[in-house]
Structure formats: structure tokens, C-alpha cells
């Protein structure tokens, strides 16, 4: 069975700070995707990354997908209260499984 | 309406009921997948149907659970003689073309066996 391990499991801090998030697998995936989910709302994607070492930058998140491509890191520089909620990785086209694989979620609060 | 639409919203049921939860994806979509959250927590794949293959059920807790897509189109999720561990919000997503193209999800269902 395939895992994909986010950590941390639960992040607060405060608006203005700086915050990582790490998605981490011991399978391969052909791509990799980020989603936040609102209360009460289903995930919105966020990013897609398909090349090991590549990264992508969303204003102010980077998302840098590992060499090996399964691991990948979500980084949001100056936090903003906008940006609470729950991130989602998933891996897609990993050995043995078509259907896309989520992780098992960071939940971001980030206090004015 | 555009987007993945899933009905009900809500839905309350006793032990040992059957349920029925609909999907309709965004027009077009070949994939579809099924999956399942507990509160707050990451989401458990169930099912997931691309065009004419034949669906990944690997995901399904038990013998309990199926699923079915018609015409490539609308899928039903069936839970039968539901326990309370079925308890959770089922979502729905659909995609293009399937796994590396954005999964569109609707709002889910809420399931509350009692």
C-alpha cells in the first residue's frame, strides 16, 4: 500500500511567519499535487509538479518536488490568516495504483 | 450548474441501512474517483473509474461498499448494511484525463449512521 506522510500533522503560528510543510513517500510518482480544503468544501488544487527538482512559486508559496520524486515540500513565506487551512498532497501514477493518492494532511492556522 | 455536484448534502441513516450517494461529474471528465474523510483528517481512496477501463476498486473497506458509473457519466456509491465506522464525509472528484490533471471535487456528502 502506498503512504504518502505529511508532517506536521498540525501547524499554528502567527501572520508575517514563515512555515514549511514536508509530503514524503517511498514510492515514485510521475506527479505531484497540492490542495487546500476549506471547512465544509471539498480540496482546490493548488499546484502540479511533474519533474524532479522542479519548483514552482505561487505568489507566496514554493512548491519544490523532490530529485527522486517522492517527497515534495510546500514552503509559505509571511503567513497570512487567508492561508488557514488543510493541505493535501497527492501523488499520482505510482507503482501499482491509477487512481491519485492523497496524503494524510497538515492543518494550518495562522493567528492575526 | 459547472462544477462536481453530489447529493445529498446530508445524510442521516440507522444501522444496517442501505445508502445511495450520487456524483455528477463535470461534463466531459473521463475520470472519476471516490474518496472518503473522517473529521479533519487526509482522504481515503476508495474508487476510481477512467473511460472504459475497468475501475480501481482497491480502495473499498469491505464487501459492503460498490460502486457504479453510467454511461460514463453520473456514478452512485451504494454502502450497504452501513455500520457506524461509515460514519464521514464522501467526496467526489473528476478530472480529465485522470492522475497529473487538476481533480475537480464537489462538496461532499456527510454520512451520519446512527
Known amino acids: 500500500t502506498q503512504l504518502l506522510e505529511q508532517s506536521p500533522q498540525f501547524l499554528s503560528i502567527q501572520e508575517g511567519e514563515n512555515l514549511t510543510v514536508y509530503c514524503n513517500s517511498s514510492?515514485?510518482?510521475?506527479?505531484l499535487q497540492w490542495y487546500r480544503q476549506e471547512p465544509g468544501e471539498g480540496p482546490v488544487l493548488l499546484v502540479t509538479?511533474?519533474?524532479?527538482?522542479e519548483v514552482k512559486k505561487l505568489k507566496r508559496l514554493t512548491f519544490q518536488f523532490g530529485d527522486a520524486r517522492k517527497d515534495s515540500s510546500l514552503h509559505i513565506t509571511a503567513a497570512q490568516p487567508g492561508d488557514t487551512g488543510l493541505y493535501l498532497c497527492?501523488?499520482?501514477?505510482?507503482?501499482?495504483?491509477?487512481?491519485?493518492?492523497f496524503g494524510s494532511g497538515t492543518r494550518l492556522q495562522v493567528q492575526p | 450548474g459547472a462544477g462536481v455536484s453530489q447529493s445529498p448534502s446530508n445524510k442521516v441513516t440507522e444501522k444496517g441501512k442501505d445508502v445511495e450517494l450520487r456524483c455528477d461529474p463535470i461534463?466531459?471528465?473521463?475520470?472519476l474517483y471516490w474518496y472518503r474523510q473522517s473529521l479533519g483528517q487526509g482522504l481515503e481512496f476508495l474508487i476510481y473509474?477512467?473511460?472504459?477501463?475497468?475501475?480501481?476498486k482497491s480502495g473499498l473497506p469491505s464487501d459492503r461498499f460498490s460502486a457504479e458509473r453510467t454511461g460514463g457519466s453520473v456514478s452512485t456509491l451504494t454502502i450497504q448494511r452501513t455500520q457506524q465506522e461509515d460514519s464521514a464525509v464522501y467526496l467526489c472528484?473528476?478530472?480529465?484525463?485522470?492522475?497529473?490533471?487538476?481533480?475537480?471535487f464537489g462538496q461532499g456528502t456527510r454520512l451520519t449512521v446512527v
Open positions: 472528484a473528476s478530472s480529465i484525463t485522470g492522475v497529473g490533471t487538476e481533480a475537480f
Open positions: 514510492s515514485v510518482f510521475s506527479s
Open positions: 509538479v511533474v519533474t524532479g527538482g
Open positions: 497527492a501523488g499520482g501514477g505510482g507503482t501499482g495504483r491509477r487512481a491519485l493518492t
Open positions: 461534463s466531459g471528465h473521463t475520470a
Open positions: 473509474f477512467q473511460g472504459n477501463s475497468a475501475p480501481d
